[in-house]
């Protein structure tokens, strides 16, 4: 699956497009997988409901926005997919999101769970789809979006959020 052109997305995503690097889709988002279950997994406990600043999220709570945000972005792969133009394909605010999800009582090895299923339901809708299916443009909301851009914008969008928990959290760069 290649890289989506500029056409298969608002311009605001080429900031989490530009941090995937070049190679085999699958690979790459396999990989990613990977390598945020363990980034995660690795954080030590005494990290997890830290907070750098007042109402900036724990880790726990950055890994379940990931979780929310790879979930609506497979219900839009899936809206593509079906070669559906007429749903329009609203944004959402990721901090009404955050404050209506309790982290408290789960463990990071819960979140990094529910990532790992989301990011194999969206894996399998976008391996069975055809090349055609994937480009086809979606309705978001006054842009286009193809399913393959949704591909690799969650690559890039957990990338981002690693490199700020590296930065900002455990202090080293990302």
């Known amino acids: ?35 945020v279950a363990r980034f995660f997994s690795s954080i030590d406990k005494s990290k997890h409901e830290y907070r750098y ?4 999220w724990t880790p726990k709570e950055v890994l379940l926005h990931v979780c929310d945000t ?7 792969a ?4 079906r070669g559906d133009s007429i749903t329009i394909l609203m944004p ?15 463990s990071m090895d819960s979140i990094v769970d529910e990532f790992r299923i989301i990011r194999q339901g969206l894996r399998i ?4 789809a055809s090349e055609e299916q994937r480009k ?10 193809s399913a393959r851009a949704l591909g690799y914008i969650t690559i890039g969008h957990a990338i981002h959020h ?13």
């Not at 899936?78 to 997919?81: E, G, P, S, T």
């Not at 809708?125 to 069975?128: G, M, Q, R, V």
């Open 1 to 35: 699956m290649q890289k989506p052109d500029s056409k298969e997305h608002r311009p605001y995503f080429a900031n989490y497009l530009n941090l995937v690097p070049d190679g085999d889709f699958f690979q790459l988002y396999d990989q990613n997988t990977d390598e």
């Open 53 to 56: 600043a007042e109402n900036k």
């Open 70 to 76: 790879d979930r609506i972005f497979s219900y839009r």
């Open 78 to 81: 899936f809206v593509c997919i």
């Open 92 to 106: 959402f605010d990721e901090n009404v999101y955050a404050a209506n999800a309790d982290v408290s009582n789960r």
């Open 125 to 128: 809708l976008l391996e069975n």
């Open 136 to 145: 086809f443009l979606g309705n978001n909301d006054g842009f286009k979006i």
């Open 162 to 174: 690693m490199n700020i928990i590296k930065e900002r959290y455990l202090g080293f760069g990302g």
